[in-house]
């Protein structure tokens, strides 16, 4: 739920992981529900998704293409061009 969105371009993450190592709640039962804890520990795990100097991918695309035996030399060579 918090890597769904990144922070970046609200993508989905590949490659991260959340270690929760200590955590204190309030004494109090009415303080300690969804409504307070959620939002708190998103906005934890935003900030440090963007102190690890996060960084965009180049997006995968999985396709199926169809096309005539004398086009496929001509599809191989844009699918092997470099982007940039």
Not at 22 to 46: C, E, F, K, N
Request: a negative charge.
């Amino acid at each position: 739920w918090a890597s769904k969105d990144g922070p970046l371009a609200e993508e989905n993450m590949r490659g991260i992981a959340f270690e929760i190592e200590d955590v204190v709640l309030h004494a109090d039962a009415i303080h300690r529900g969804g409504g307070q804890i959620i939002p708190t520990s998103r906005r934890v795990m935003y900030a440090a998704q963007l102190t690890a100097e996060p960084r965009l991918c180049e997006p995968v695309y999985l396709v199926e293409i169809q096309c005539p035996e004398n086009a496929i030399g001509g599809v191989y060579s844009v699918l092997n061009q470099e982007s940039g």
